[in-house]
């Protein structure tokens, strides 16, 4: 596999990575109000998420034919419930007695793996970002640089999470989140429950379509 196929996969995992999404409005709440440790913490355990889902896009291209339908609308009426449960529980956080807001991720690594693996833009986003980037490619794609390609991949995320980290845990950032994290929070909520729902209505009109 040359150098070039190489470099491209990895700018797609960065684009991929780097897109905004439920994810990245997670990050910002755990980063800017538990700092950038915790935020990286995060972002590991979402890393097995976006290797999954780009492995699953590179199989689609490499493969020619798109995984099964029916296993991404289960999966879309999963990741709605969890990110509808999310989004709901941010809408109606309340304020401490000393002013400040109870969201604190105790389990940010956990809490990353769930987001990453339940991702809503995960597939669909993942095969168009690929097949934008590797069209050019076609011909050099080949099962053998499956493995390297899924590392490029992985590695383009990484140096994603890096700026993603570095940006909602500076302390400029991490200030005006303090002063406004109530609002934030719930914003971040109604954008949660947005999803969910887009997520939901998607997955029950694919089974709806298929049953008739």
């Given at each position: 596999?040359?150098?070039?196929?190489?470099?491209?996969?990895?700018?797609?995992?960065?684009?991929?990575?780097?897109?905004?999404?439920?994810?990245?409005?997670?990050?910002?709440?755990?980063?800017?109000?538990?700092?950038?440790?915790?935020?990286?913490?995060?972002?590991?355990?979402?890393?097995?998420?976006?290797?999954?889902?780009?492995?699953?896009?590179?199989?689609?291209?490499?493969?020619?034919?798109?995984?099964?339908?029916?296993?991404?609308?289960?999966?879309?009426?999963?990741?709605?419930?969890?990110?509808?449960?999310?989004?709901?529980?941010?809408?109606?956080?309340?304020?401490?007695?000393?002013?400040?807001?109870?969201?604190?991720?105790?389990?940010?690594?956990?809490?990353?793996?769930?987001?990453?693996?339940?991702?809503?833009?995960?597939?669909?986003?993942?095969?168009?970002?690929?097949?934008?980037?590797?069209?050019?490619?076609?011909?050099?794609?080949?099962?053998?640089?499956?493995?390297?390609?899924?590392?490029?991949?992985?590695?383009?995320?990484?140096?994603?999470?890096?700026?993603?980290?570095?940006?909602?845990?500076?302390?400029?950032?991490?200030?005006?989140?303090?002063?406004?994290?109530?609002?934030?929070?719930?914003?971040?909520?109604?954008?949660?429950?947005?999803?969910?729902?887009?997520?939901?209505?998607?997955?029950?009109?694919?089974?709806?379509?298929?049953?008739s």
């Amino acid at each position: 596999m040359n150098a070039t196929l190489f470099l491209a996969c990895g700018l797609a995992g960065f684009a991929y990575g780097i897109s905004p999404g439920p994810a990245v409005l997670a990050l910002f709440g755990i980063s800017a109000g538990q700092g950038r440790k915790a935020g990286a913490v995060f972002l590991s355990g979402h890393l097995v998420g976006d290797a999954l889902w780009s492995s699953l896009a590179l199989v689609a291209i490499i493969g020619a034919q798109a995984v099964g339908p029916a296993v991404f609308d289960a999966l879309g009426l999963i990741c709605g419930a969890y990110l509808l449960w999310l989004g709901w529980a941010a809408v109606t956080v309340r304020r401490r007695a000393d002013g400040g807001v109870d969201t604190v991720v105790r389990r940010p690594l956990l809490r990353g793996l769930v987001f990453g693996v339940t991702n809503p833009k995960g597939y669909p986003v993942a095969v168009a970002t690929f097949t934008a980037l590797l069209t050019s490619y076609a011909a050099s794609l080949s099962w053998s640089s499956f493995p390297a390609l899924v590392f490029a991949a992985c590695l383009g995320a990484v140096c994603a999470y890096a700026i993603l980290v570095a940006v909602t845990g500076a302390a400029a950032v991490r200030g005006f989140y303090r002063r406004h994290e109530i609002w934030f929070v719930r914003a971040s909520g109604l954008v949660f429950i947005g999803f969910a729902l887009h997520a939901l209505v998607q997955s029950v009109s694919g089974f709806a379509v298929r049953r008739s």
